[in-house]
């Protein structure tokens, strides 16, 4: 199982991005997944996640500016960052729940399954 998240770049305070976590061999739609980010000399944390029934979930951080999505037909999860601060400058990583059923979102340790990262930094 190999995940993806691309999307990433340089953009100025207020700007938007849109992280796509994509799999070979591995359908996103079927399983949990979720966002993290890790900035440097900082824990890795929780952003969202979308749960294989569709529920989404959002650090109180996040709430209002992030959305997260999929495309069960392209198998795409995306999380569209809307308003984006210097703080969210991070390196973000998608990861899958492949056991299912109730999970801590917010958890890294529930995810068995992680992406290489892709680096957003955003200016002031």
């Known amino acids: 199982v190999q995940l993806q998240a691309s999307g990433g770049g340089l953009v100025q305070t207020g700007d938007s991005l849109r992280l796509s976590c994509t799999s070979s061999?591995?359908?996103?739609?079927?399983?949990?997944i979720g966002w993290f980010r890790q900035a440097p000399g900082k824990e890795r944390e929780g952003v969202s996640s979308?749960?294989?029934?569709?529920?989404?979930y959002y650090a109180e951080s996040v709430k209002g500016r992030f959305t997260v999505s999929r495309d069960t037909s392209k198998n795409v999860v995306y999380l569209q960052m809307n308003s984006l601060k210097p703080e969210d400058t991070a390196v973000y990583y998608c990861?899958?729940?492949?056991?299912?059923?109730?999970?801590?979102?917010?958890?890294?340790?529930?995810?068995?399954?992680w992406g290489q990262g892709t680096q957003v930094t955003v200016s002031s």
């Open positions: 061999g591995f359908t996103l739609g079927s399983h949990h």
């Open positions: 979308i749960s294989d029934a569709g529920r989404t």
């Open positions: 990861a899958a729940n492949s056991a299912g059923g109730p999970y801590l979102w917010g958890l890294f340790a529930e995810y068995d399954y």
